[in-house]
């Protein structure tokens, strides 16, 4: 096979736009009753078809043997150049995500380029990544687009609309727009058949299955896949694709998730270290994992799951009995929380595996929480004055991810609370014992009383973003969580890091509820104070890695007996 799948396959009619059906017959029909716009505008994820579409447009219009239904021929010599992406007379295509492509949109106006090469044919302009356009070379196209010239259309193409919006909201009233779907794994499976069976290969159903989730809604990933799969070997098999996109068996899977159930989060470390050995890539790691948390959720609520292999349904069925809905759903709303900090950090192995010991850890961690609320439950309203806190001491079970994040604080508070707890929830009211003292005697005052220094800030810091997120704050409380505590002065100022305009400009316009959550936590706040760092600068980095290594000390400090089974990889965890 020579030629490139993606590229063979790519749709030459509006008939082989199979999954954007919906764009493809209103263009049609747009072109046989003579009612073409002068632009339109296509948006999409990548690899949904934007691009082909307007070559299919652009063809139909300037074929020379254009069928009665208004399909291109796909072969005449206009066809062949307009879908190679070759230059022609009458179609040019410009990619504004290059400096090129900036100065050829703006030059467009000047250059009076408009005019067809005949009175049959049509000029089209196929502007790539539109969002890319430069406000100026906006407000160029607008005033062709105010009088457009006859048969000149404008096609933009982007993944992302609201940076249009936002750069040239006149230009969109003057376009007709399309929203390109997504395209599922279904429809991805579905075509790779097609495909192969067209080219004589044989596959298997959970080999597709891979590579459609693992194209994420690109056709051109999908077949593109499909051929590094083809590479290794003349078919499609399960073991094939794990190969050659370097996938972790599924059973890999279902160990670690195995091992999260069973709250052996001391097998975690070897577990993860195994997969790196093995050369796994860790974003895809994560996104398997949380595929498998969410097929798991949805056959412990009686539902299937389409796209799932044969294998693990079968396996995720005898699982069932072993979860809580509420307890995958927390779980993923942690995974979810976790991914785009995730997808930037370069320590993805640490991460992935301070996850599992948390997810380990969950079940136990909600023990001590129940432990502690009701151990606070008398006291602390019947002792008057509770103001605000009270409510942060005692959560709701069900806040999910915020209750695994108030957590250290707690164990902070109440080092010698128990590991194993089950028997305790049972009477928690009413055991004097001398480690629920400390606790009720304190009551709502604890919370502030931790002095301030650079370190317990450090250490409490997902508390305080906690805390944000609680007040409401939730776009404040993300930047926080990508920021890092830098000082404090004697006087109690407090510098925080953050990297990127967009997130300093988050904090500081959050500034007020940051303070409020600080001195709900610590003793003599005085100010916040948010420092920038620009891209990639190592200071970032060093605080990334001090933000990891502080989370790994809380969790050790939570379990002892994980507290064990760190101490061997201590050095290369905390280096
Ligand atoms: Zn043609």
């Given at each position: 096979m020579s030629l490139a799948l993606a590229r063979k396959y790519?749709?030459?009619?509006?008939?082989?736009?199979a999954v954007q059906s919906h764009v493809a017959t209103t263009l049609r029909n747009a072109i046989s009753s003579d009612r073409v716009a002068h632009a339109y505008l296509f948006c999409g994820?990548?690899?949904?078809g934007k691009t082909t579409l307007a070559r299919v447009l652009a063809m139909a219009l300037n074929c020379?043997?254009?069928?009665?239904?208004?399909?291109?021929?796909?072969?005449?010599e206009a066809c062949t150049r307009i879908w190679g992406g070759h230059t022609s007379i009458d179609v040019v295509e410009i990619d504004a995500a290059s400096n090129r492509g900036v100065d050829d949109a703006r030059d467009l106006r000047s250059r009076a380029?408009?005019?067809?090469?005949?009175?049959?044919?049509y000029k089209v302009y196929i502007i790539d990544e539109?969002?890319?356009?430069t406000r100026e070379a906006w407000n160029a196209l607008l005033k062709v687009l105010e009088e457009p010239p006859p048969r000149v259309v404008f096609v933009f193409a982007t993944t992302e609309p609201q940076k249009i919006a936002q750069?040239?909201?006149?230009?969109l009233s003057r376009v007709q727009r399309f929203d390109l779907k997504r395209i599922g794994p279904a429809d991805v499976r579905e075509r790779l058949s097609v495909v192969l069976k067209a080219e004589g290969i044989t596959a298997d159903a959970d080999a597709l299955g891979m590579l459609a989730r693992a194209a994420d809604g690109s056709m051109r990933d999908a077949l593109s896949l499909t051929d590094q799969v083809l590479s290794l070997g003349g078919t499609v098999t399960t073991q094939g694709v794990r190969d050659a996109l370097g996938l972790v068996h599924e059973d890999e899977y279902l160990a670690l998730l195995d091992l999260v159930t069973e709250h052996r989060a001391g097998d975690v470390f070897g577990a993860v270290a195994r997969l790196s050995d093995f050369g796994a890539d860790f974003g895809l790691l994560l996104a398997g994992f949380a595929d498998l948390l969410r097929a798991q959720l949805a056959v412990v609520l009686g539902g299937t799951v389409p796209e799932l292999s044969e294998y693990l349904t079968g396996e995720l069925a005898t699982r069932?009995?072993?979860?809580?809905a509420s307890d995958l759903l927390r779980m993923l709303s942690i995974l979810i929380e976790l991914e785009p900090h995730f997808r930037r950090s370069g320590q993805q192995q640490l991460l992935f595996e301070t996850l599992l010991v948390r997810f380990a850890l969950l079940d136990r961690t909600l023990s001590i929480e129940d432990v502690l609320k009701g151990v606070q439950g008398a006291p602390s309203t019947g002792g008057?004055?509770?103001?605000?806190e009270a409510p942060e001491i005692a959560p709701?079970?069900?806040?999910s991810a915020g209750a695994m994040r108030r957590e250290p604080t707690m164990l902070a508070d109440?080092?010698?609370?128990?590991?194993?707890v089950q028997a305790p929830v049972q009477a928690p009211v009413h055991a004097p014992a001398p480690v629920h003292a400390p606790i009720a005697d304190r009551g709502p005052a604890t919370v502030a009383a931790i002095p301030l220094d650079i370190n317990r800030l450090s250490e409490h810091w997902d508390d305080v973003v906690e805390a944000v997120r609680r007040a409401g704050r939730a776009v404040v409380a993300s930047a926080l969580a990508e920021a890092a505590p830098m000082a404090v002065t004697a006087s109690g100022v407090v510098t925080v890091e953050v990297t990127g305009e967009a997130l300093v400009q988050a904090l500081e316009n959050g500034a007020e509820s940051i303070l409020t959550a600080l001195r709900s936590r610590f003793s003599g706040v005085s100010k916040v104070m948010v420092r920038g760092v620009g891209g990639d600068a190592p200071s970032k980095r060093l605080t990334a890695d001090a933000v990891i290594a502080n989370r790994v000390a809380m969790l050790r400090k939570r379990d002892p007996m994980l507290d064990a089974a760190v101490d061997a990889l201590d050095l290369r965890l905390l280096d």
């Open positions: 790519r749709p030459r009619r509006f008939a082989d736009v994820p990548r690899g949904t020379e043997n254009r069928s009665a239904d208004c399909e291109p021929c796909g072969a005449c380029a408009y005019a067809p090469s005949g009175d049959k044919n539109a969002h890319m356009l750069a040239a909201a006149p230009v069932k009995s072993r979860y809580q008057g004055g509770t103001r605000r709701s079970r069900g806040s109440a080092a010698p609370a128990p590991t194993r």
